[in-house]
């Protein structure tokens, strides 16, 4: 299944609400609440997309996807465990908002599929491991792996994020 990230105006990708790559209509609304179809949408802040498969929407605030939530990631695999599809689905709901959640969120997706597989689920890098020397493939194991770096980065920053608040504020008080 090809994913194709949606992007504001786009002529087609895959729809956020029921996972076809399909054509999307466009119309755009003025802050003031009058409509244009027209050639001039490019100046309207308010932006809908309309899916050709499921006639469902999209809406956008200039060029940022704000409703389905989940709209930037690619659908979970038919194939994936229920439990490891709630918590991935979750994840894309609050990317937006918390990439560290998210990445949290992914990370314990992971945990969880391993477990799925017969590993313990305990140690995630171990899990991983034994998967390779049971044929996981080289490219598996290391998006595996990236994934959790990158929730392990995104704790990092946050704490510097904090820290350097911190230090601001009390050099302004």
Excluded at 22 to 42: A, F, L, N, Y
Excluded at 83 to 94: D, F, G, P, Q, W
Aim: hydrophobic share 35%; glycine share 6%; with cysteine.
């Amino acid at each position: 299944m090809k994913f194709v990230k949606p992007e504001v105006f786009s002529n087609n990708f895959t729809c956020p609400n029921c996972g076809v790559l399909s054509k999307q209509d466009w119309w755009s609304v003025k802050w003031s609440g009058s409509r244009d179809s027209g050639h001039r949408r490019e100046y309207e802040n308010l932006r809908v997309g309309k899916c050709h498969n499921c006639n469902e929407n999209t809406l956008w605030v200039q060029d940022k996807m704000h409703y389905p939530e989940n709209g930037n990631a690619p659908f979970p695999n038919p194939e994936m465990p229920e439990s490891v599809r709630k918590l991935y689905l979750e994840a894309t709901s609050i990317h937006s908002k918390s990439s560290r959640g998210a990445a949290a969120l992914l990370r314990l997706s992971i945990q969880v599929l391993c477990k799925e597989l017969g590993e313990s689920g305990k140690n995630i890098n171990k899990d991983i491991g034994e998967l390779v020397k049971k044929g996981l493939p080289e490219i598996v194991q290391q998006s595996l792996t990236l994934c959790v770096l990158l929730e392990m980065m995104l704790f990092i920053l946050d704490k510097l994020i904090q820290t350097t608040r911190k230090l601001l504020d009390s050099f302004l008080t």
